[in-house]
């Protein structure tokens, strides 16, 4: 009996060594490291926060608050916030920046719809055609990009009117607009628009029932080319800073990345999450940092395909009245030392330093 007993014993042991050593090798196959220093999240404003943008060249985040009228500018270095415009911003569902700041789109439906584009370096506001989906700004002209999709009414039959979604150009104000793209026949349910790094272009993300498909389409020619494989995105994308990389999910609900210029670049972590925007490019861009949750935060060296699992201190992040648990990452500096991420409409920060 005491023999039988050793052998349960050293079984047991046997298959402990196994699991660790199988462990061991998982870890060092797929190049992932631990930092042991404890990095901790902190409150950047005692603001309630909706709609924020972070711009990195002056380090100050835009956003709505005092119950989502107020529309303010905070400065993280300074510590101080100023209203952006004296009106407040009442029946907004959505609100979208350019890259640099001067420049916002705010979509309204109460208590009418009204799309406005605010041209902050100009004090300026201009409204748009109420049926604008998506807008995007040019790198070089004081142009705007928009997908256009109107649905005629019965009344609007009567008089020969015709579906129309397209992508089109127009001035700032809206005016001189002209197609680039027409879309009606197609079958996307949705599509999105992004910059390139090349005036020439821009990107599309069209939406299907069976998943997304990104394209590059040339402004001038009125062309269009697939950029990634048909139908694999399930997500929105997320852009390298110099714009020659893009992170999404993928139909198999893993994270995803490839350089724009070449599909078969495509790379595949074991890494799911829920939702695109856990992720963030530094400035490198070529490092990927990953909010799975808010105890583990992961960053990611594309090329080398490593991956870095930093410990987190969450003690500080406030659970009470929660609105919105979805992480979202809103910027990282650019000494690429300090992320900014919301969490139930509140801002923090992780220092990696």
């Known amino acids: 009996m005491k023999n039988k007993k050793i052998f349960i014993y050293l079984g047991l042991i046997i298959i402990f060594f196994i699991i660790l050593i199988s462990i061991y090798f998982y870890f060092q196959k797929n190049n992932i490291y631990y930092s042991n220093n404890l990095k901790k999240i902190e409150l950047v404003t005692t603001d309630r926060i909706f709609y924020p943008?972070?711009?990195?060249?002056?380090?100050?985040?835009?956003y709505l608050s005092d119950l989502g009228i107020i529309w303010y500018q905070f400065d993280i270095a300074n510590n101080q916030k100023t209203k952006i415009i004296d009106e407040d911003i009442?029946?907004?569902?959505?609100?979208?920046?350019?890259?640099?700041?001067?420049?916002?789109?705010?979509?309204?439906?109460?208590?009418?719809?009204?799309?406005?584009?605010?041209?902050?370096?100009k004090n300026t506001v201009y409204d748009l055609n109420n049926n604008i989906m998506d807008v995007i700004w040019s790198n070089q002209k004081t142009k705007i990009f928009y997908v256009y999709n109107y649905l005629p009414g019965p009344e609007d039959e009567e008089n020969s009117q015709k579906y129309v979604y397209s992508i089109c150009q127009a001035d700032y104000d809206g005016t001189n607009w002209s197609t680039i793209l027409d879309l009606s026949n197609s079958n996307y349910d949705n599509v999105s628009l992004y910059?390139?790094?090349?005036e020439n272009f821009i990107?599309?993300?069209?939406?299907?029932?069976?998943?997304?498909t990104l394209y590059k389409l040339d402004i001038n020619k009125k062309t269009t080319e697939s950029i990634t494989e048909e139908n694999n995105i399930k997500s929105d994308l997320v852009f390298s800073p110099d714009k020659t990389k893009?992170?999404?999910?993928?139909?198999?609900?893993?994270?995803?990345?490839?350089?724009?210029?070449?599909?078969?670049?495509?790379?595949?972590?074991?890494?799911?999450i829920t939702n695109i925007e856990q992720s963030i490019w530094g400035n490198d861009n070529n490092t990927i940092y990953v909010l799975k949750d808010l105890s583990n935060l992961i960053s990611i060296n594309n090329d080398k395909r490593s991956q870095k699992q930093y410990n987190i201190d969450s003690s500080s992040v406030s659970e009470i009245n929660t609105m919105d648990e979805i992480i979202k990452m809103v910027g990282i500096n650019k000494d690429d030392n300090l992320i900014y991420f919301m969490y139930n409409n509140y801002l923090y920060q992780i220092n990696l330093q």
């Open 246 to 272: 893009i992170a999404y999910i993928n139909k198999d609900n893993k994270l995803t990345t490839q350089t724009l210029s070449d599909k078969k670049t495509s790379k595949i972590f074991d890494i799911k």
């Open 53 to 62: 943008f972070y711009i990195k060249d002056k380090n100050k985040i835009d």
């Open 195 to 198: 910059n390139s790094d090349n």
């Open 203 to 212: 990107y599309y993300l069209a939406q299907t029932s069976n998943g997304s």
């Open 90 to 121: 009442v029946g907004n569902y959505n609100i979208l920046y350019q890259t640099n700041g001067n420049n916002a789109i705010v979509f309204y439906d109460y208590p009418n719809v009204n799309i406005k584009h605010y041209d902050f370096s």
